[in-house]
């Protein structure tokens, strides 16, 4: 069973960066996509961009010009970086296992909190 | 912003059928079809069906998905209290080179 973990820090002051990092367990990330979704309290969610074991990606035109995605197969990991947060990226941000040809997102993490706040 | 267009809530009786509907365009829903996710509040969303009625292990029957042109249809039958969550339907968009979300249908089963 593939089990996938986010962990960061949980505050990031205005202007800064947000880093997290997603754990994947129970199988080998290679030759997968690997996708961050957030989701708002009490909001949809939001695809932020994909990443495959290769390093190739896809970014959300709207988050694009500030996130910066990378895996580390010798780690079974992948990371996300978003720059020049603003209280507006305050979410739940969650890795999941996905989107490829013909697949969809089918394994998700339990998601972790980030709060932009001074 | 949602990328596919879904009502934002429906209710119905317990051991009725709701069928839920996703509205796309040809470069989305109607290239592929959609895939749809279920969430219970303060849970990560759980992979339903893809690719209009694939279903994954473990996902009852009383789910069937289907697609006509643009528009992905989720249908549920004898509503069951735990059937009461947030639905949202997904697809790869060729045009954006992303993946869309649907807003979510909060499905409320009375």
């Known amino acids: 069973q593939v089990q996938l973990q986010e962990s960061g820090p949980g505050l990031v002051k205005p202007s800064e960066t947000l880093s997290l990092t997603c754990t994947v367990s129970g199988d080998s990330i290679t030759n997968y996509y690997w996708s961050w979704i957030r989701q708002p309290a009490g909001k949809g969610l939001e695809w932020i961009g994909r990443?495959?074991?290769?390093?190739?990606?896809d970014y959300s035109p709207s988050l694009k010009s500030r996130v910066t995605m990378s895996v580390d197969t010798s780690k079974n990991q992948l990371s996300l970086k978003l720059h020049s947060v603003t209280a507006a990226d305050t979410a739940v941000y969650y890795c999941?296992?996905?989107?490829?040809?013909?697949?969809?997102?089918?394994?998700w993490g339990q998601g972790t909190l980030v709060t932009v706040s001074s | 912003q949602a990328g596919l267009t879904q009502p934002p809530s429906l209710s119905k009786g317990l051991r009725q059928t709701a069928t839920l509907t996703c509205t796309g365009n040809s470069d989305n829903v109607g290239n592929h079809g959609a895939a749809w996710l279920q969430q219970h509040q303060g849970h990560p969303p759980k992979l339903l069906s893809y690719r209009n009625n694939n279903r994954p292990s473990g996902i009852s029957e009383r789910l069937s998905a289907s697609r006509s042109g643009n528009t992905a249809s989720l249908t549920i039958t004898g509503l069951q209290p735990e059937d009461e969550a947030d639905y949202y339907c997904s697809a790869w968009d060729f045009s954006l080179s992303a993946w869309v979300f649907g807003g979510g249908t909060k499905l409320t089963v009375l």
């Open positions: 999941a296992r996905g989107p490829g040809p013909g697949t969809p997102l089918d394994y």
């Open positions: 990443i495959f074991t290769s390093g190739s990606t």
